[in-house]
């Protein structure tokens, strides 16, 4: 039970640089918020599930650190640099920023919104983590771009995935307060379902969550 880690080797494809490097094994969770944020048990993991290179910073998930020197495509070492300057990445806490960095990364390799959107998620989760709100909204905004691109640009490959991402699009909406367009996202969940009686507990989650939306103030 709780989070297990491992020590594993690692090669650095944007400057070569060899270093090891603590990745997840294994999670146990008791629960979740509402946007899916799961109640670890044990250590928290979300730290460990992201890798970075001590020399240039490159930050990306264990496997993308497999793939030859000079082969990521599309990124050069001094755009890393030039994403850990701006502004608004001196706003979001360390292991936030750490996500934010990866989105970004993903984005100039053009990478599928789907993954890029749950990069910014988890980013805002740690962010909620270190009880910075103003940082965790400003991940929100992106994660919800992105997301909401994925559904509609329908780049998400499992499809039991759709309605689900379609109500976290909506979730999102309503946690950053934008109401109309928290309800919009919550009613087109039905139509996205591939088997309604697997995913019943959705229909009901969002029943919930529509609800609070209308009624409560967050
Ligand atoms: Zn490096």
Redesign the pocket.
């Given at each position: 039970m709780g989070t297990r880690l491992i020590e594993q080797a690692f090669v650095?494809p944007?400057?070569?640089?060899s270093f090891t490097a603590k990745v997840v094994e294994s999670v146990t969770h008791q629960g979740q918020d509402s946007d899916f944020y799961p109640h670890y048990i044990g250590d928290n993991p979300l730290p460990h599930f992201l890798v970075q290179?001590k020399?240039?910073?490159?930050c990306a998930y264990p496997d993308d650190f497999f793939t030859d020197h000079n082969s990521v495509p599309g990124l050069k070492?001094n755009q890393i640099q030039e994403i850990l300057n701006q502004p608004i990445a001196k706003k979001i806490p360390q292991e936030g920023l750490r996500f934010f960095l990866a989105g970004k990364l993903y984005e100039i390799q053009k990478r599928n919104p789907y993954l890029i959107g749950n990069l910014y998620l988890r980013g805002s989760w740690c962010c909620r983590l270190a009880q910075d709100r103003r940082a965790e909204i400003e991940l929100q905004q992106l994660s919800v771009k992105f997301l909401r691109e994925s559904v509609e640009r329908t780049t998400i490959s499992n499809p039991d995935n759709v309605a689900i991402v379609t109500y976290l699009v909506g979730e999102i909406y309503r946690r950053l307060e934008d109401k109309n367009l928290a309800r919009e996202w919550f009613k087109t969940v039905e139509e996205n379902l591939v088997d309604p009686e697997q995913q019943q507990w959705l229909l009901e989650l969002t029943r919930n969550q529509a609800e609070l939306n209308e009624h409560f103030i967050n």
């Open positions: 650095c944007i400057c070569g640089r290179c020399e240039c910073f490159y070492m």
